[in-house]
């Protein structure tokens, strides 16, 4: 599990090192808030570009609760550190400029 954003670090959503990584779980899948500040993504790791891991888009969501519902469905040993992050997450997506 991990919890950036990391300085230098990338505003591609596909880059290894994309800033706004909010947890890792499993080998292969992360939770990103997506570069548009609109909703929070679940993400594969989808081959090699340039070397690099690639990311893809898995899953959009706004809701919190679907958001630990599928992690729940796709990890294969709950991490505690992962559900606290999202449990701490607001309701509903803010958005930009939004209040929940």
Known sequence: MSKMPLSGASHRESHDDYANVLATFG???????GKC??????QKQ?????GRPRWTGWHYLRRR????ELYR???DVEDPDVL???EQLPEIHPG?????
């Open 27 to 33: 080998p292969n899948c992360r939770i990103i808030d």
């Open 37 to 42: 500040g609109l909703q929070w993504i679940i």
């Open 46 to 50: 989808d081959g090699q570009r340039a």
């Open 65 to 68: 609760e679907r958001l630990i």
């Open 73 to 75: 469905q796709f990890c």
């Open 84 to 86: 606290e992050i999202l």
């Open 96 to 100: 930009r400029g939004g209040t929940k």
